[in-house]
């Protein structure tokens, strides 16, 4: 449903690699994942590779404490594994085991219904928290890089057929850019794309959910 590197609506197709290194969302692993900076702990080993729980304290503005709690939550949902070799008994270190968690509402079964939403919930807050701190860095970027990055909003109005069917067609352009990091071409950076597509809060609710 959203892609941050943790997380995304199931593309229409994918190869035999991705599908080794993607995962389809349980019931247990929605619940571990329901949590906005247990999701950015995912992202960040997700997207720079194995770290501790010092390190994603530093990164994230938290205590070691909470950091190390996250990480044995994401482990026991069986979405990150120690890394071998590395660290002592006091300093662990920690690796993403997938590199996209993948939740589709549309095709899930109805005993996950609640844990996706609360999942959901915390992948849109986990973005914003995302957004912020790329916004503290808008002044520091190089001019090549402002000038190709986006901050774009746009107001349709569509059909919920409509907006899946544009999903879609967003996700086939999307896994054009794919590539893992040892593709990357010279002089890339990782970005980051943030796809979000939702009815202008307040005006697709029904009269009993906006009670």
């Known amino acids: 449903m959203a892609a941050f590197s943790a997380v995304s609506a199931e593309p229409p197709e994918r190869d035999v ?3 080794e290194q ?3 969302l349980d019931t247990a692993a929605l619940r ?5 900076l247990r999701l950015n702990v995912l992202t960040l080993l997700r997207e720079r590779g194995p770290s501790t729980a010092t390190r994603m304290a530093e990164e994230l503005g938290i205590n070691p404490g909470a950091a190390s709690y996250h990480l044995r939550r994401l482990a ?3 979405l990150i594994v120690e890394e071998p070799g590395r660290g002592t008994g006091r300093e662990r270190w920690w690796k ?3 590199r996209q968690s993948i939740h589709d ?3 899930a079964p109805a005993e996950q219904r609640e844990a996706g939403r609360a999942y959901t919930q915390a992948v849109a807050v986990a973005a914003t928290d995302r957004l912020r701190r790329a916004a503290q860095e808008v002044a520091l970027l190089p001019q090549e890089w402002l000038e190709v990055t986006s901050y774009s909003d746009f107001l349709l109005h569509l059909t919920p057929v409509d907006a899946d069917r544009m999903k879609s067609e967003l996700f086939e352009v999307i896994e ?7 593709e990357a071409p ?3 950076a990782p970005v980051v794309l943030q796809m979000q597509a939702f009815p202008v809060p307040g005006t697709a609710l029904t009269p009993a959910d906006d009670a």
């Not at 054009?176 to 040892?182: L, P, S, V």
Request: charged letters at 25%; hydrophobic letters at 25%.
């Open 17 to 19: 690699e991705s599908l």
């Open 22 to 24: 993607d995962v389809e």
């Open 32 to 36: 571990v994942l329901a949590h906005p």
């Open 76 to 78: 026991s949902g069986g």
């Open 96 to 98: 993403s085991v997938h």
């Open 105 to 107: 509402p549309a095709t």
């Open 176 to 182: 054009r850019y794919r590539r893992g990091a040892g």
């Open 186 to 188: 010279e002089g890339s």
